[in-house]
């Protein structure tokens, strides 16, 4: 088994990544403001999802065949560049509103497309295999046990402290909304603060290349 101490440690990396704004936190706010903390739950449980696929995914090796495959992981790469560029645009573009602005034009969907939403916003962000595959071997010790189950553990407590944190942000998107509902200036400047956290992270994963 992992060692407790190993555990603590990843849980608090795992914290950071989370806490990090990215396409999977503006896109759970967005569905809860929109249409109610059932929805984020729903949209939340395909994020989770997401997270379990590039768990098993590291821990079966097959992180390690995308990124020896010539061209497979660039390819990805571009893809989750051009996604954060256009949820930048998004925030920014005329007539554009805060993910935060409360919005009654939003298409309502069911809960097959918001689990598979959820699903492929996390799914799009290949920084998440890269992650499980460069932060997982760090934290296993072949003297203590199984290599496989010392990995699935680790990675059950990175989709733990992650599934912890957004419920909370579904559970207080509402009343975040509300607070920034009468402060126009703020709602103005968290609109372009995101585009440019966003427009850094695509930039970030456009320029950053393997080390080969």
């Known amino acids: 088994m992992v060692p407790l101490v190993s555990l603590a440690m990843f849980a608090l990396v795992s914290l950071g990544m989370v806490l990090t704004p990215g396409p999977n936190m503006i896109y759970l706010i967005t569905r809860s403001i929109?249409?109610?903390?059932r929805a984020g739950f729903i949209s939340l449980l395909g994020v989770i999802f997401g997270f379990v696929f590039y768990m098993f995914c590291a821990a079966f090796g097959l992180t390690a065949i995308l990124l020896a495959v010539p061209y497979a992981y660039e390819a990805i790469q571009w893809v989750g560049a051009a996604y954060l560029l256009y949820l930048a645009w998004g925030t920014i573009k005329p007539?554009?509103?805060s993910v935060l602005s409360p919005?009654?034009?939003l298409d309502i969907?069911?809960?097959r497309k918001l689990f598979m939403m959820g699903f492929v916003?996390?799914?799009?962000n290949p920084k998440i295999a890269v992650l499980y595959l460069s932060l997982l071997p760090q934290f296993i010790d072949p003297?203590?046990?199984h290599l496989l189950l010392q990995s699935i553990t680790l990675g059950l407590t990175q989709i733990a402290v992650s599934f912890s944190v957004n419920l909370a942000i579904v559970f207080a998107a509402g009343s975040v909304a509300s607070w920034f509902s009468t402060r126009p200036t703020w709602l103005k400047i968290q609109r372009w603060v995101m585009?440019?956290?966003l427009t850094a992270l695509a930039s970030r994963l456009a320029l950053d290349h393997r080390q080969v």
């Open 121 to 124: 916003t996390n799914l799009l």
């Open 143 to 145: 003297f203590e046990g």
């Open 103 to 105: 919005r009654t034009d």
């Open 34 to 37: 929109c249409q109610g903390r």
């Open 195 to 197: 585009a440019g956290v």
């Open 95 to 97: 007539g554009a509103r």
């Open 109 to 111: 969907d069911g809960p």
